[in-house]
Antibody, heavy 119, light 105 residues
Framework: QVQLKESGPGLVQPSQTLSLTCTVS????????VSWIRQPPGKGLEWMGV???????DYNSAIKSRLSISRDTSKSHVFLKMNSLQTEDTAMYFC?????????????WGQGVMVTVSS | DIVLTQSPALAVSLGQRATISCRAS??????IHWYQQKSGQQPKLLIY???NLASGVPARFSGSGSGTEFTFTIDPVEADDIATYYC????????FGSGTKLEIK
């Protein structure tokens, strides 16, 4: 079955770079698109960006200058890198498959990884 | 950016109908999708394309609307439905509503 699982450091210092990995099983990254979505504690969901099945990327304009999404198709890994972290970047980070059927939606989600930005 | 507006909370009695609204700042046609997020869990897709039920989702859940006004309904509400419900648009990039917390009276 389809599974996505996020991994990465739970604590990052301010101004440093966050690196997360999404390990995907049950589907191929060359025919599926994967997004990153985050959720600050007690708040709503924010779409961060997507790596499309063809390897192209799109990012939320609000964080585009700090964000990079890439992948290793041979290992079924999708990577997120975001620099210049601040306390407001403290959030649960999810990866999810982006599927197009009657519009793009997120049909498979990972359980998320909590990232705290603090010194 | 397209802004989606949801009421913050809704209290409903068990066995009754819960109706959650989502208003878009501009037309998104039928590109609205609904998610359920229980405390401490990842979101779960319930409805896609405004009214299509996701796989394995009970028929108690339904969606309607087009353009800028959308409605998500649970009928009847069960205790397990306690969660926050989010709408999401895919007409122009991807944005989520702020969520509606469903509480039981």
């Amino acid at each position: 079955q389809v599974q996505l699982k996020e991994s990465g450091p739970g604590l990052v210092q301010p101004s440093q770079t966050l690196s997360l990995t999404c390990t995907v099983s049950g589907l191929s990254l060359t025919s599926n698109s994967v997004s990153w979505i985050r959720q600050p504690p007690g708040k709503g969901l924010e779409w961060m960006g997507v790596i499309w099945s063809n390897g192209g990327t799109d990012y939320n304009s609000a964080i585009k200058s700090r964000l990079s999404i890439s992948r290793d198709t041979s290992k079924s890994h999708v990577f997120l890198k975001m620099n210049s972290l601040q306390t407001e970047d403290t959030a649960m980070y999810f990866c999810a498959r982006l599927h197009n059927n009657y519009g793009y939606h997120f049909d498979y989600w990972g359980q998320g990884v909590m990232v705290t930005v603090s010194s | 950016d397209i802004v989606l507006t949801q009421s913050p909370a809704l209290a409903v009695s068990l066995g009754q109908r819960a109706t959650i609204s989502c208003r878009a700042s501009e037309s998104v046609r039928s590109s609205i999708h609904w998610y359920q997020q229980k405390s401490g869990q990842q979101p779960k897709l319930l409805i896609y394309g405004a009214y299509n039920l996701a796989s394995g989702v009970p028929a108690r859940f339904s969606g309607s609307g087009s353009g800028t006004e959308f409605t998500f309904t649970i009928d009847p509400v069960e205790a397990d439905d306690i969660a926050t419900y989010y709408c999401q648009q895919s007409r122009n990039e991807f944005t989520f509503g702020s969520g509606t917390k469903l509480e039981i009276k």
